[in-house]
C-alpha cells in the first residue's frame, strides 16, 4: 500500500517536471528567440517553423485518436443494439 | 451570469483583442508584428495544456490515502449489494 502511494507521488512528480519544462522550453523558443542573434543559444532550439508545426500535428493526431475511439464505442453499442431488437423480433 | 457565457465573452474579448492586433491595425515594432504575434495562439494552447497537467501532477502528488474512508465505502458497498441480492438484483 505504502509502495503504491510512493509510486503515485513520483508520477504526479514526473507529470510536473514534465509540464514545467515543456512550458519553459516553448515560451523561450516561440517568444524569446527572435530576439536572440547568439548562435550557440539558437544551436538549442530547433528551426520556428516547428514551433507552429509540432503542436498542430499533435492536436491532429490527438483529434484522430479521440473521434475514432467515439466512432468505434458508438458503432459497438448500436451493434448491441440491433443484435437486442433482432432477438426480441425472434422471440416474439 | 452563467458560468458558459462568462466564459464566453472573456474568449469574445480576448479573441478581438488579437484579431486586431493580427489585422495590423494596432501599431507594433516590425519584429514583433511578423514573428511574435502569429505564434500567440499556439503559445496559449500549449501552455494551457502545461497548465492543465501541472494541475493534475500536483493533486496526484499530494492524494493522500483515506484509510478510514476506504474501509467505510467498502462496507457500504457489500451493504447495498446484500440488500441488492435480496431484492434480486445481481452486482459483481
Same mark, same amino acid.
Given at each position: ?10 508520477? @504526479?512528480? *514526473? ?13 523561450? %523558443? ?18 520556428? *517553423? %516547428? ?10 493526431? @490527438? @483529434?484522430?485518436?479521440? @473521434? ?16 437486442? *431488437?433482432?432477438?426480441?423480433?425472434? *422471440?416474439? | 451570469?452563467?458560468?458558459? /457565457? /462568462? ?5 469574445? +474579448? ?12 494596432? !501599431?507594433? !515594432? ?7 504575434? !502569429?505564434?500567440? !495562439? ?9 497548465? +492543465? +497537467? ?17 474501509? $467505510? +465505502?467498502?462496507? /457500504?458497498?457489500? /451493504? ?9 438484483? $445481481?452486482?459483481?
Amino acid at each position: 500500500m505504502a509502495a503504491n502511494a510512493l509510486l503515485d507521488r513520483l508520477v @504526479g512528480l *514526473a507529470m510536473l517536471i514534465l509540464a514545467s519544462t515543456v512550458f519553459l522550453y516553448y515560451t523561450t %523558443w516561440t517568444l524569446l528567440m527572435p530576439f536572440i542573434e547568439d548562435e550557440f543559444v539558437q544551436s538549442f532550439f530547433p528551426p520556428r *517553423a %516547428w514551433a507552429v508545426r509540432i503542436p498542430v500535428i499533435l492536436l491532429l493526431l @490527438g @483529434g484522430a485518436v479521440v @473521434g475514432s475511439f467515439l466512432s468505434l464505442v458508438m458503432i459497438r453499442s448500436n451493434r448491441k443494439k440491433a443484435a437486442k *431488437a433482432a432477438q426480441k423480433a425472434k *422471440a416474439k | 451570469m452563467t458560468r458558459a /457565457q /462568462q466564459h464566453i465573452s472573456i474568449a469574445a +474579448l480576448l479573441s478581438s483583442i488579437y484579431l486586431a492586433c493580427f489585422m495590423g491595425f494596432v !501599431p507594433f !515594432p516590425a519584429k514583433i508584428q511578423q514573428d511574435i504575434i !502569429p505564434v500567440l !495562439p499556439f503559445w496559449a494552447i500549449v501552455s494551457f495544456g502545461a497548465y +492543465l +497537467l501541472f494541475k493534475l501532477g500536483y493533486g496526484v502528488l499530494t492524494f493522500n490515502d483515506v484509510p478510514q474512508a476506504h474501509k $467505510e +465505502l467498502m462496507a /457500504q458497498i457489500d /451493504q447495498a449489494r446484500t440488500e441488492l441480492k435480496a431484492k434480486g438484483v $445481481e452486482v459483481d
